[in-house]
């Protein structure tokens, strides 16, 4: 069976590894220099940089697995202790309260001994408990919901800043559906969230549960060259976007940028929406009209490496976080503080993150500028950086906006007709690593499974046609015998 994967992040990545091992011919193509997308580590003077995500999820276990599967057991680190994370406010950096989870206060004590909110501010928060459930009858924002339960503060200062911080975007835009489903059926349950907090840390084992999150000591670069590594041999063509499929019979043609074509039993798209929507724009005109409804935002990564003891504050936790507005940026990770082996003794790395549409559009040095001014001001650094780098990723969030799964469902009715075509990636249901590495693996078992099914109905057709064959022989033997 012959299969194209377009796009080597680490969605087609995972996508081509299940396939070469199920032994499929695969064709991979990257329309970009190198593989990996998204996921890219620099090391330079001693200082280990990720241009993407730093780490990934436990709880779904896609990425833990395949680095083991890989030979990277070995390599998994936990983050260093302590885990706090801050927020800046009224230009101080104020601790989360202890037991919140995802912005919703389980642990009274420490939400209400907290300086983030005034007594009455957190009054409002605490009467969430004898409001009505009634959950949102259709899909709505993560928001609208966090508001209406808790009011303006909590979402403002608290709820809002950690959602954006997982998701890349504003908490009011946010699908509950596609992302939180677990808030309506907290409501239905328990009637309130509080109360549905509560419960879950009632119920929570005792014994120390793992890391949430993890990293590899050489950087998430090290997934990518892994998986590169065991591709063989499968045919890798780089700087090759995949213009168009086409059907051909029961196969596909698929058109690439360099003129070139190639014939595929399966395709699996693995390309941001944009590029989907644009290949399948002939074979589906119907998935590619909802492709392009699925919009995404830019984000802008700016690591700094100081002295250590350039910092009037030492770095003791993750980073800090910041509402809407209060600084240029959205969020900063304390990277050497969070990760052991990411800055030579004596220096500390950071990650500052940007995401205003207007500061994306400016150079690196302002951008670095206005990273350094936000570090200078949160944590009274002195002096210049001894090093920076930045990462500006145009359009690199997918908005899982309210509607998300209606969208997806669209998709999937109009790609019915098309078995072997498959979609995997950020786009569509889950942006985080683990989600994209498990999306690439279904749609690799998706394209197998079509190849099963045609030669279960193969082998059905030859049976039928050898049972007519032994009727009619039967039947004619019948018939000499009576003659
Ligand atoms: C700054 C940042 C930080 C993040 N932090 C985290 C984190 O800490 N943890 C976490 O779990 N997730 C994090 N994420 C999210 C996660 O990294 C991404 O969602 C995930 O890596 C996306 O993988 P993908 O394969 O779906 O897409 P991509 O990585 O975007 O790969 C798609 C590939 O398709 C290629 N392509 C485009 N058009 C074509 C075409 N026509 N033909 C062929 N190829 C094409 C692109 O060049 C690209 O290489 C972060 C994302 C960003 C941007």
Redesign the pocket.
């Known amino acids: 069976m012959r299969v194209l994967v377009?796009?080597?992040?680490?969605?087609?990545l995972a996508a081509a590894h299940a396939l070469v091992r199920s032994g499929a011919d695969v064709v991979l193509?990257?329309?970009?220099p190198s593989l990996g997308?998204?996921?890219a580590t620099e090391r330079v003077d001693g200082f280990t940089i990720e241009r993407?995500?730093?780490?990934?999820?436990t709880l779904r276990t896609a990425a833990l697995d395949l680095a083991r599967e890989l030979g990277l057991g070995a390599e998994v680190m936990a983050p260093k202790k302590p885990e706090d994370v801050f927020i800046w406010h009224r230009d101080r950096l104020l601790p989360i309260p202890a037991g919140t989870g995802l912005g919703i206060p389980t642990r009274f004590v420490p939400f209400l001994l907290s300086p983030l909110f005034s007594p009455l501010e957190k009054l409002r928060a605490a009467a969430e408990v004898a409001m009505p459930a009634a959950p949102p009858s259709g899909d709505v924002a993560i928001g609208a919901v966090l508001r209406r339960r808790f009011g303006d503060p909590v979402v403002d200062r608290l709820a809002g800043p950690l959602v954006s911080a997982i998701y890349g975007l504003a908490v009011d835009e946010l699908s509950l559906d596609a992302l939180m489903p677990r808030l309506r059926d907290a409501l239905a349950r328990h009637g309130s969230l509080v109360r549905a907090g509560l419960a879950a840390r009632a119920t929570r084992s005792a014994a120390p549960a793992g890391p949430q999150v993890v990293t590899l000591r050489r950087g998430m670069g090290s997934l990518v060259d892994a998986l590169a590594s065991r591709l063989a041999p499968a045919e890798v063509r780089l700087g090759t976007?995949?213009e168009s499929v086409e059907r051909s019979g029961a196969r596909y043609v698929a058109r690439l940028g360099d003129g070139t074509v190639v014939d595929a039993d399966g395709v699996v798209i693995?390309?941001?929406a944009a590029?989907a929507a644009r290949?399948l724009g002939n074979v589906a005109p119907g998935a590619a009209e909802a492709l392009r409804t699925i919009a995404y935002r830019g984000?802008a990564?700016v690591s700094l490496a100081y002295e250590e003891r350039r910092l009037r504050r030492p770095l003791t936790g993750h980073g800090f976080l910041v509402p809407e507005g209060a600084l240029p940026i959205v969020a900063c990770t304390w990277t050497s503080s969070k990760w052991s082996d990411r800055a030579p003794d004596g220096t500390v790395l950071m990650r500052a993150t940007i995401r205003a549409d207007g500061l994306l559009r400016r150079g690196p040095d302002e951008l670095v500028d206005v990273a350094h001014r936000s570090l200078a001001r949160a944590m009274g650094i002195e002096g210049a950086p001894l090093l920076a780098r930045t990462a500006v990723?145009d359009g690199?969030?997918p908005r899982y906006s309210v509607g998300h799964l209606e969208r997806l469902a669209c998709i999937a009715a109009a790609l019915a007709p098309l078995p072997g075509i498959a979609l995997a990636?950020?786009a569509y249901r889950g942006?985080?690593?683990?989600d994209?590495i498990a999306q690439g693996q279904a749609a690799a078992q998706e394209i197998l499974s079509r190849e099963t099914k045609d030669e279960r109905a193969a082998s059905e057709i030859r049976l039928r046609r050898s049972s007519e064959r032994t009727d009619q022989a039967r039947g004619e033997a019948a018939s000499l015998s009576r003659s």
């Open positions: 377009a796009g080597g992040g680490i969605a087609g193509v990257e329309s970009g997308g998204k996921i993407g995500p730093d780490s990934f999820l976007p995949l693995a390309t941001p590029a290949a984000t990564g990723w690199a969030m990636g950020a942006t985080g690593v683990p994209c």
